[in-house]
């Protein structure tokens, strides 16, 4: 399965789990909880979902790489106790909690959440002395004489041998005890992902030309060349960084995070081309409503792969407007959420120590959700941005020195109302940028496989569905309705002729 029905299966069993009874008893007795073990190939996301698992369960998560661990940090250090059997004194060996277990603790302590994911990475890549623990733990989920606290679902996840030559085997007695999942790299689950994560455009544009480019893995006479999720993500993000600080990215920094000489070089190419059409093509004054006859004519005569790029460079001014747009809406929300709970005065204070007061509250509530776990990164822009508008009002009641609480939420008011006016504009704005980006389109390529890479994109995109619930536009609904179901009613015929 894809990476993303992977985490729905955890999602699941996790709330499985975790169901109790009227006698607030686990429903599946904690002896029937099989340990998950997910096996996929290294870099496809499996230390990621467990992140967004833990997240939409509203659960705790302790994740642990058991290769960085010895035998004595995973199930503890012997010692000397005296015990006594059949009347006589003995010495026996015990163990000191094993620092996993006792991170559980901790966790649990500074969360305040009891229950959670123990998720152990690359778990049968272990030493040989530390192999028999690992089995103990999925067998009796214990480390050393150590119990896993109960609400704690186990997940467990490994390489399979072709890609790790430390790989052990299970065995069956270990294999019929835990749930297993095989993972599969798959690119269309994890574009979905790259667009929430804002990937850079250019991975993406590369991408959707190349899949084959995704994932890739080969022994070569100079060792292994490969391709990952993960590689394409950081790559990312210090593309976005050299180019915030007007450094080259050539091949030689691709290939630090691309590892597949041949990828390496041809993105780099392609990312050179890539830059080189957001020029030559305007992408900035398309978007504004000023196309020329003489790009239209250009791009409608191009190659295949340039007629793909520039579908993409106008998706990625698209989604980033959009984006903006969206994120400012939710910042609004949250602050007119504060604004009306503060419309009538109380007692105990005015009106600046009143939203001082929820200024603090919301720093609060992203610091205990980070602490969690449990904070999304658009959550946490949110947030971060209400937090600063509601300082500016803060400043400017300061400003003004009124002590009256009917006058300064005036004031504050007002405030408001010019940053919904300014999000009104940014909103017409995204919408009119949608539009321009249409009519190029049609200019250009209309009833054609641009097209439906164009829609398809919008259609993935969150922030772009989210703005589309809104805003009414003609030409997505028809050309959603129209070129995606011949789209797939192309893809079921030739289906059909295959068998």
């Known amino acids: 399965m894809n990476i993303k029905q992977a985490k729905q299966e955890i999602i699941d069993t996790v709330q499985a789990y975790l169901l109790k009874n009227e006698y607030d008893e686990y429903v599946i007795p904690r002896v029937h909880q099989r340990p998950v073990l997910l096996l996929g190939a290294p870099g496809i996301g499996k230390t990621q979902i467990m992140e ?9 998560l302790v994740a642990y790489t058991i290769t960085h661990h010895t035998r004595q940090s995973a199930i503890g250090l012997p010692f000397i106790s005296k015990k006594e059997y059949g009347g006589r004194e003995y010495s026996a060996t015990e163990y000191t909690m094993s620092e996993i277990v006792a991170s559980i603790y901790d966790r649990m302590r500074e969360t305040g959440l009891t229950e959670g994911i123990l998720f152990i990475d690359e778990i049968n890549c272990v030493s040989e002395t530390l192999a028999p623990a690992m089995l103990q733990f999925l067998q009796c989920k214990t480390f050393g004489n150590h119990e896993i606290p109960k609400g704690w679902v186990i997940v ?19 294999l019929d005890r835990v749930k297993k999942i095989t993972v599969e790299p798959d690119y269309r689950v994890w574009k979905e992902y790259a667009f929430k994560e804002n990937i850079h455009p250019a991975i993406l544009s590369y991408l959707e030309l190349r899949n084959n480019c995704f994932y890739q893995m080969e022994t070569t006479v100079d060792g ?6 993960r590689g394409w993500e950081d790559l990312s993000r210090i593309m976005e960084v050299y180019e915030k600080l007007d450094k080259n990215i050539t091949a030689d920094v691709v290939g630090q995070y691309i590892q597949h000489e041949r990828i390496a070089k041809e993105f780099a190419e392609y990312y050179e081309l890539y830059q080189k059409y957001q020029q030559d093509y305007q992408i900035a004054e398309i978007l504004k409503g000023q196309p020329s006859e003489a790009m239209v004519k250009k791009v409608s005569h191009a190659s295949f792969d340039e007629r793909v790029s520039v579908v993409n460079l106008l998706f990625s001014g698209v989604r980033q407007a959009v984006r903006d747009a969206v994120l400012q809406e939710d910042v609004l929300e949250k602050v007119f959420e504060v604004l009306k709970s503060l419309k009538e005065p109380q ?12 200024v603090d509250n919301l720093r609060a509530e992203r610091e205990r959700k980070q602490t969690e776990g449990l904070l999304e990164r658009r959550e946490d822009r949110t947030i971060r941005k209400a937090v600063e508008v509601l300082e500016g009002y803060v400043t400017l009641l300061k400003k003004e020195q009124t002590e009256n609480w009917e006058e300064a939420f005036d004031i504050v008011k007002n405030a408001f109302g010019e940053y919904r006016a300014s999000w009104d504009a940014v909103w017409d704005e995204s919408g009119s940028t949608l539009e321009y980006a249409f009519d190029f389109m049609e200019a250009a390529f209309y009833n054609s496989q641009e097209m439906v890479i164009f829609v398809s994109g919008i259609n993935t995109d969150y922030s772009c569905v989210r703005f589309l619930e809104t805003y009414e536009c003609e030409r997505y609904i028809r050309y959603n309705r129209d070129l995606l179901f011949e789209d797939a009613s192309q893809e079921i015929r030739r289906r059909i002729e295959e068998l």
């Open 347 to 358: 007692e105990g204070g005015n009106l600046v120590q009143r939203l001082g007061d929820f």
């Open 156 to 174: 467990a996840a490994g390489n399979p041998p072709e890609y790790n030559k430390s790989v052990r085997d299970f065995d069956v007695v270990t």
């Open 52 to 60: 967004q698992a833990a997240r939409e369960c509203g659960v705790a």
């Open 224 to 229: 292994k060349q490969f391709a990952t999720p």
